[in-house]
């Protein structure tokens, strides 16, 4: 499945345009991350606990996006747009959406 931001693929035109798809997950954050990370905090550094929890993140919302442009017949998603934002009671989780246009491509 071809994905993209832009809203065209050079050399293969859109055929037809199969509607808007989303692909969402929420993840709550961990009390041993959110130490660890208030540590790197004080001395410095990258937070890799939070980096791959907002990785893991976007790749499920990515693949959720996917499986529902397949839903549709689909063989490709344009104009995908990545949005991230925090949830909950001190922002203890993070969701992660995508969205874009599900198409058939030439």
Not at 57 to 64: G, K, Q, S, V, Y
Not at 69 to 76: E, I, T
Request: aromatic share 4%; glycine share 14%; charged share 25%.
């Amino acid at each position: 499945m071809l994905m993209t931001t832009t809203t065209s693929v050079e050399g293969q035109p859109v055929r037809e345009y199969l509607g808007v798809v989303t692909g969402e997950c929420i993840v709550g954050a961990n009390i041993f991350k959110d130490l660890f990370a208030g540590i790197r905090d004080i001395v410095g550094g990258r937070a890799g606990a939070y980096e791959n929890s907002l990785r893991d993140a976007r790749e499920i919302a990515l693949a959720e996006l996917a499986a529902e442009a397949r839903k549709l017949g689909a063989d490709g998603v344009i104009g995908i747009d990545l949005d991230y934002e925090v949830l909950g009671k001190e922002g203890s989780m993070l969701m992660v959406t995508a969205s874009g246009t599900a198409v058939k491509l030439s």
